[in-house]
């Protein structure tokens, strides 16, 4: 059981307060997401749970280790990230590229071997890639890039995966297709921390929410604790109005 | 088809090289050539060959070569196609620094003046160009390397404005074309162990750029360390591109086309791209080097760096047309 | 050259028309009165103005005029006042006559044109014939003909000297202190000529008529000697490429090369011959030293 836990975690950025005494406990085998408006500082507390940004004041802790004390290259191995519409700049074909998932583990200097083959067909399959295996990724529609980038960050099996706005620039189709696939993860026991901003899909499919407003924590707990009418309302500054059908929650907004 | 790629660019360097031995003012059989190591050391043969078109062919080579090499590097590293030496202003660095080495005597008071200034004007401007751009993207690193490049050309207009050797305009002018004529043994072994450090330091970044493909953001996530990897490279090109340009002038175009014309070859992967760009680097220098020497227009001989412009300008638009309907 | 000329014959022409309306009196006006002032802006009209006029008639000579590897009266020219070539020291000191080079900054020109000072434009001569033209040119218009054609005479008995040595001329590469080879019909070429020396860098192997001679064809050329411009300090420049390549080291260095100031070559004056003179006696000396063929000249040379 990997969990991962934010101690009292603040950041404070050219004078700007962006984090202020964020607890939260993300839990191995669970979806996470973590919603809040614009500028709530989302991205930012993700990128410290990643351990790619330093917090001003706190600490965070991988299974009671503070992360900060974790190599480079064993926290590579560890946890995977995809920031915000994750892109490739060479038309490397997408084989390659979710080869790429593999750099942590790689011995030095040397190409991958040969052994790797099995886990990146995997990964490809995973993400339904095996027919454009040999597709340069820059030829990629924007769902296809989406599941060749999931599988790079999948193809090493971390124990954690944080991925930033999955759904950013899908279309429905793709997004829940998206969604889905880091549902799959958390049910195979891994520990998942989704930023997103479609607040159906969130409700739909994860299990815990962490919601920020302004760099605060507003709530934090699961899906059926903190997911009322009010806490929303309160959350965005609109008025959000739930309702339950056979399919799940629905959420509508009020002008 | 791709495991043919080094081996035969390297048979070509060697077809190319051979021919930079036998070519020039007076073209010397292969038999002459063979006679001049079994000959007396003195005879023309020999001379010409071993102390003249010897060290030419090697400085072609070697200069070639890192060129490639480091503009494959800094086009992983800035994830731009038209990322070459030239843009983040070492080679203006190197120039300045090179200017005021001759012009102003220190290559008089002792002979490795001329490298080293070259090379403390690249360090100088590659450290400016990062400290400009800390913090910032690719693109501020970028900007930055245009906003030194400018400071060098200026630094180096008012070398030439204050030089004391009233010919050093149209000296300064000439050199900034680039040529390898009448360079010698001691180039060689001035150069030589710059390049070569600032080769090994780009090529150990293989990995890195690797990663940086997806971005400075993944990288990192990977493991990475996206920093010090910039550094590396940066002081590679600054060690690497200074000594060049400080032994043969400037020399532009070749780090820019060397990688795209082996990257379609290795399916874009930017380690994979770096040793044939250096190989492809050295057998255009070294053919160009050829040809400035059969190529005359009333009797002057066009400049290495000026071939090569024409030669990779008419490139650069293609590359541009190219570069814009692919992200259109 | 067209141009040269074409820039000649426009100042003539604008010299001409200022003439008629010129608001200062004609220098021919005054000079009935007391002998003209002459003010020099070029280093070669520097040393015809010092050597044909007497020091109280220079109202002032080019700044070059000192250096003694660029002037032959560099000695004289210690007590004469110097000017930039700019047209506010011309108005300042307000010569009678301006004796200005082809290459004279044609701004200065103009403004001085404007202002309607006499300017006389002198020709850069590159052979002996015309060094005797321009010196009675000066010699006419600063009226001092007779030490104009004492300057000739003692160049002409010179060149007969010279003309009497009979030896074979000895094979040579020259270039000047800039690396430049010496060019075809040049005053370089000249003296290197009348001193005896034949210059190798202007027939082939060479292949740049423009330019540094280069050290491939230097070898096949084997030149006995080199001749080399050498400056008052030498300013390290490309030049050091050829100069200082290993091989013009090892086989040229020391006694097979002559090094000459440029004074000898950069101004066609009547002490061309003087310097072609002096050369000679440089060459005859340093062949005596060279008599071994070079280990890579062929054919015995």
């Known amino acids: 059981m990997s969990a991962l836990v934010l101690d009292n975690v603040s950041l404070v950025r050219s004078g700007r307060d962006v984090l202020t005494g964020i607890d939260a406990r993300f839990d191995a085998g669970r979806l996470t997401v973590v919603i809040g408006p614009n500028g709530a500082g989302k991205s930012s507390m993700l990128d410290i749970a990643s351990g790619l940004l330093q917090p001003s004041g706190g600490r965070v802790l991988l299974d009671d280790q503070p992360l900060a004390r974790l190599s480079r290259r064993d926290l590579a191995r560890r946890r995977a990230y995809l920031p915000q519409r994750a892109t490739v700049d060479w038309p490397i074909s997408v084989e390659r590229v979710v080869a790429l998932g593999l750099t942590p583990t790689l011995p030095a200097f040397r190409d991958v071997p040969a052994s790797f083959g099995p886990a990146i067909d995997a990964a490809l399959e995973a993400c339904d890639l095996l027919a454009l295996r040999d597709r340069p990724a820059t030829s990629l529609s924007g769902g296809e890039l989406a599941r060749a980038m999931l599988a790079r960050a999948i193809v090493g099996d971390p124990e954690m995966l944080i991925v930033d706005e999955p759904t950013a620039g899908l279309d429905p189709r793709h997004a829940i297709d998206a969604v889905r696939r880091l549902r799959a993860r958390a049910d195979a026991g891994r520990t998942v921390i989704v930023a997103i901003h479609d607040l159906q899909l969130a409700l739909r499919y994860a299990d815990a929410i962490v919601a920020l407003k302004d760099g605060h924590l507003l709530a934090h707990g699961p899906v059926a604790q903190v997911a009322s009418a009010a806490t929303l309302s309160e959350l965005y500054d609109v008025e959000v109005r739930l309702s339950c059908d056979e399919s799940g929650i629905t959420v509508a907004f009020r002008e | 088809m791709r495991r043919m790629l080094i081996p035969g660019l390297t048979i070509l360097l060697l077809v190319a090289a051979l021919l930079s031995l036998l070519a020039g003012t007076f073209w010397l059989s292969p038999a002459e050539a063979l006679e001049s190591f079994t000959g007396g050391r003195e005879s023309l043969s020999a001379l010409i060959i071993g102390d003249i078109r010897l060290p030419r062919t090697l400085l072609a080579v070697m200069i070639g070569a890192i060129l490639g090499l480091n503009g494959a590097a800094l086009q992983g590293l800035l994830r731009n196609p038209l990322a070459e030496p030239g843009l983040l202003g070492v080679s203006a660095g190197a120039s300045l620094g090179a200017v005021v080495a001759i012009y102003y005597g220190f290559t008089a008071s002792f002979s490795l003046a001329a490298p080293v200034f070259g090379l403390v004007g690249g360090f100088v401007t590659a450290g400016l160009g990062l400290l400009l751009a800390r913090g910032g993207g690719t693109l501020s690193l970028i900007l930055a390397g245009t906003a030194v490049t400018s400071m060098a050309a200026a630094g180096v207009s008012l070398a030439l404005n204050l030089a004391p050797n009233p010919f050093a305009a149209y000296e300064i002018t000439n050199w900034l074309m680039g040529s390898l004529a009448d360079r010698s043994w001691d180039h060689v072994r001035l150069a030589a162990p710059f390049v070569i450090v600032g080769a090994t330091l780009l090529l150990v970044s293989g990995r890195a750029l690797d990663a940086l493909a997806l971005g400075e953001v993944q990288a990192e996530s990977l493991g990475i360390a996206v920093g010090r990897t910039r550094l590396l490279i940066l002081t590679g090109t600054a060690l690497g591109v200074g000594a060049a340009t400080a032994v043969a002038g400037a020399i532009g175009f070749v780090g820019l086309i060397a990688p795209h014309l082996v990257r379609p070859l290795v399916g874009h992967r930017p380690a994979r791209t770096l040793v044939p760009a250096a190989l492809a680097g050295a057998i255009l220098t070294t053919l160009a080097d050829v040809a400035t020497r059969l190529l005359s227009v009333n009797g002057t001989n066009i400049s290495l760096g000026v071939f090569i412009s024409l030669i990779g300008a008419p490139f650069f638009l293609w590359l541009v047309l190219h570069v814009r309907r692919r992200t259109a | ?301």
């Open chain 3, 1 to 301: 050259m067209t141009g040269g000329r074409l820039l000649a014959v426009v100042t003539l022409l604008v010299q001409l028309m200022l003439a008629g309306c010129a608001a200062r009196p004609a220098p021919a006006a005054r000079f009935s009165e007391r002998p003209i002032r002459v003010m020099s802006m070029n280093q070669c009209t520097d040393q015809l103005a010092l050597a044909l006029l007497p020091p109280e008639r220079i109202v002032s000579v080019s700044w070059l005029a000192r250096d003694p590897t660029g002037s032959v009266m560099a000695k004289a020219a210690r007590n004469i006042a110097i000017n930039h070539a700019l047209a506010e020291e011309v108005v300042r000191q307000n010569p009678d006559l301006i004796l200005v080079g082809a290459f004279t900054n044609p701004a200065t020109r103009a403004a001085l044109d404007r202002l309607g000072y006499p300017m006389m434009e002198v020709a850069d001569p590159q052979d002996f014939e015309g060094i005797r033209a321009i010196t009675r040119q000066v010699a006419k218009a600063v009226d001092e003909q007779a030490r104009g054609e004492e300057l000739i005479a003692a160049m002409d008995r010179r060149l007969a000297q010279l003309a009497r040595d009979r030896r074979p001329l000895i094979r040579v590469a020259a270039w000047d202190s800039a690396g430049f080879a010496a060019q075809p019909n040049s005053l370089y070429e000249t003296v290197l000529k009348t001193a005896g020396a034949v210059n190798v860098t202007n027939a082939p192997p060479f292949v740049t008529t423009v330019g540094r001679p280069d050290v491939e064809a230097l070898l096949h050329a084997a030149p006995r000697l080199i001749v080399r411009g050498v400056g008052r300090n030498e300013k390290p420049g490309l030049h050091d490429n050829v100069d200082r390549h290993p091989l013009v080291r090892r086989y040229w260095d020391g006694g097979r090369t002559i090094a000459i100031p440029p004074v000898y070559y950069v101004c066609g004056t009547p002490f061309a011959a003087e310097a072609a003179w002096q050369l000679r006696q440089q060459l005859r000396a340093a062949e005596v030293q060279a008599r071994k063929p070079l280990p890579f000249a062929q054919g015995g040379r």
